[in-house]
């Protein structure tokens, strides 16, 4: 079966820091893998979406960036985090064909004081 | 793009009491599903309903494409259904194939 893993579980940085949160899947092959973003009280915003390795499709211009060096494997990453930048963090994958159900990683709580 | 509106933004209930929570979107879609946020934040896909009727123990759902709008109905309510429920929804004119999330709708089951 298909398994998603996200880390850290949490994470507190401080302003100007950098970022790097992985995302992997286990079980399946040529999944698309979505960041999303979720402040508090708020529902979810889609940040980067990929279809494929090397390929990142950015709904939000921001302080943050996306990459997937391997098929799966998709990593968001900030060369200096801004406060705006906290909040909840959630990776997501699904398989292109008749049923696209989405499944959620167990997101990470990022706290930029 | 594409809008999604859910109602209501919150709702309160006894245990065992039943509800309908209704999701509206602006634009036909090719894909509609709803998620359940436990309080941790863990998303639950719950259903993959684009169109049509689905039903799973207590839950089911119903997708009206034609009007735009898809119902979650949660029968004989417990404490563990509270959360956050989740419309999210593809387009058919949106580029991509990404889900686009309504606000939710926030359950508080008391015993």
């Known amino acids: 079966s298909q398994t998603i893993h996200q880390w850290p579980a949490t994470l507190v940085q401080p302003v100007g820091s950098p970022l790097s949160l992985e995302c992997t899947v286990e079980?399946?092959?040529?999944?698309?893998l979505y960041w999303y973003r979720q402040a508090a009280g708020r529902g979810l915003q889609l940040l980067f979406y990929?279809?494929?390795?090397?390929?990142i499709s950015s709904e939000v211009p921001q302080n943050l960036s996306a990459s997937r060096p391997q098929d799966r494997q998709f990593i968001l990453s900030s060369k200096k985090l801004l406060l705006s930048d906290s909040g909840f963090y959630l990776c997501a994958w699904s398989i292109t064909g008749i049923n696209e159900k989405l499944f959620f990683g167990s997101g990470t709580q990022l706290s930029v004081l | 793009g594409i809008q999604v509106e859910q109602s209501p933004p919150d709702l309160i209930l006894q245990e065992g009491a039943n509800s309908t929570l209704r999701c509206n979107f602006s634009?036909?879609?090719?894909?509609l599903q709803w998620f359940h946020q436990n309080p941790w934040g863990q998303l639950i896909n719950l259903f993959y309903?684009?169109?049509g009727t689905k039903q799973n123990g207590r839950l089911s759902a119903t997708t009206v494409a034609t009007e735009r709008y898809s119902l979650l109905y949660i029968s004989s309510s417990q404490t563990t259904d509270s959360g956050v429920y989740f419309c999210?929804?593809?387009?058919?004119?949106?580029?991509?194939?990404?889900?686009?999330f309504g606000k939710g709708t926030t359950l508080s089951v008391s015993s």
């Open positions: 999210a929804v593809v387009s058919w004119n949106q580029a991509g194939t990404a889900l686009i």
């Open positions: 990929s279809v494929g390795i090397g390929q």
């Open positions: 309903i684009p169109s």
């Open positions: 079980g399946t092959s040529n999944p698309n």
């Open positions: 634009d036909s879609v090719n894909n």
